[in-house]
Structures are given as structure tokens and as C-alpha cells.
T-cell receptor, first 114, second 114 residues
Framework: DAGITQSPRHKVTETGTPVTLRCHQT?????MYWYRQDPGHGLRLIHY???????DKGEVSDGYSVSRSKTEDFLLTLESATSSQTSVYFC?????????????FGSGTQLSVL | KNQVEQSPQSLIILEGKNCTLQ??????????LRWYKQDTGRGPVSLTI?????NTKSNGRYTATLDADTKQSSLHITASQLSDSASYIC?????????????FGKGTSLLVTP
């Protein structure tokens, strides 16, 4: 898992509540990513970070914010959770490899918004 | 819109048999193409990465091919094992003036039966 830990692994919450998911890495990678995976869709990028306090939006960033105050931690916050945000969330880091950077994913967080 | 289409959507094969999964893409300008394996309840794991100039790459019993002219890739699995049961995701990298992006296919679900 390239030293990536996501927490919690499972979360059930109610509509309108804030939720924060945590991604922790142990190998000092500069780039970190948050994706969501839904049936009928490929993985979609929510936000990414290219360094401490350096973040940018992905293709499905509405309703989400991120923070990276330390190299090892990348937090994803749902400011006011909605049922459409029920999904599996994956954190990833990238390493340079032959042909391009290689992504390593965490084990995911299953989030259910009721 | 850049698209990555995978076929078949799902596949069942007997243990020991070979199979081939397909990926067609319209992503342009093309940077690289990756195949990932995703076990149930886990994050995707990289199998291969190919650039424009490569037309084949192997990783054990997995062999990926790329035809950049026809924008097609395939993943061939030889002598399948029960542990090959997973979702296989094709990912195409796009490198344009607006930056670098990854386009994920929806995956092919493979079940290997005894």
C-alpha cells in the first residue's frame, strides 16, 4: 500500500453534517490525491495536493474541501454531506516511474450519507 | 470529451484459461496508458504503464498491448488463477496545455471459477 493509511475505513453519517476523511502517508511523497469511485463511473478526481498548503481542484470538487498542513497528511472534508456524496473515497500518492508517474492507492473509505 | 471505454463489462472464465480485456480511448493528446487491478474492497494496484512508443509490456502473466494509431489497448491474462478475480481498470493519461490528467475507464469485472 506504499505506506498509505486511510481513516476511517467505514463511515455512516446524516445529511447536512460535516465529515472529514484522513489520508496519511509515511514516505514523504509530494503529490497526494483524493478520488471517489461510484458504480457506473470510473474513478474521478476530487482534489489533489502538490505540497504543504498547495492544493488544487479536480473534476468533481463541488461540496468538498481539502487541507494539507503536513507532508504526511491530506484531509478531505465534506462541508455539509449530501446523499449524492455516498461513495467510496480513495487517497493516492504518485511516484515517478518509467513511462510516467505511478499511482499508489489506499484501501479506501466507504462513506454512506443517510 | 475524452473517453475511455472498456469491454466486456464483465467476464467469467475457468481457472487455467486465458482471457483478453479491451480498452478503447479517444483521449488526446495521449501521454501514457495504464492498467490497474482492483480487488474487492481494496484500492487499485498498478499492473503496467506504457508510453506512446511502447506497444507491449508484461508483468508476470499479464501482458498489455497498445496500438496508439487505432487508440486501442488490450490486457491479456495467461493461465488464469482464482486470485485474478478482480476489476481491471484502463487509465489513459492526457497531457495538454491545461495540464496533466488521468482518464479512468469503468473497469472490466473478471471472475475466475474453479
Amino acid at each position: 500500500d506504499a505506506g498509505i493509511t486511510q481513516s476511517p475505513r467505514h463511515k455512516v453519517t446524516e445529511t447536512g453534517t460535516p465529515v472529514t476523511l484522513r489520508c496519511h502517508q509515511t514516505e514523504n511523497h509530494r503529490y497526494m490525491y483524493w478520488y471517489r469511485q461510484d458504480p457506473g463511473h470510473g474513478l474521478r478526481l476530487i482534489h489533489y495536493s502538490y505540497g504543504v498548503k498547495d492544493t488544487d481542484k479536480g473534476e468533481v470538487s463541488d461540496g468538498y474541501s481539502v487541507s494539507r498542513s503536513k507532508t504526511e497528511d491530506f484531509l478531505l472534508t465534506l462541508e455539509s454531506a449530501t446523499s449524492s456524496q455516498t461513495s467510496v473515497y480513495f487517497c493516492a500518492i504518485s511516484e515517478l516511474a518509467t513511462g510516467g508517474e505511478k499511482l499508489f492507492f489506499g484501501s479506501g473509505t466507504q462513506l454512506s450519507v443517510l | 470529451k475524452n473517453q475511455v471505454e472498456q469491454s466486456p463489462q464483465s467476464l467469467i472464465i475457468l481457472e487455467g484459461k486465458n482471457c483478453t480485456l479491451q480498452c478503447n480511448y479517444t483521449v488526446s493528446p495521449f501521454s501514457n496508458l495504464r492498467w490497474y487491478k482492483q480487488d474487492t474492497g481494496r484500492g487499485p494496484v498498478s499492473l503496467t504503464i506504457m508510453t506512446f512508443s511502447e506497444n507491449t509490456k508484461s508483468n508476470g502473466r499479464y501482458t498489455a498491448t497498445l496500438d496508439a494509431d487505432t487508440k486501442q489497448s488490450s490486457l491479456h491474462i495467461t493461465a488464469s488463477q482464482l486470485s485474478d478475480s478482480a476489476s481491471y481498470i484502463c487509465v489513459v493519461g492526457l497531457n495538454s496545455n491545461s495540464g496533466y490528467a488521468l482518464n479512468f475507464g469503468k473497469g472490466t469485472s473478471l471472475l475466475v471459477t474453479p
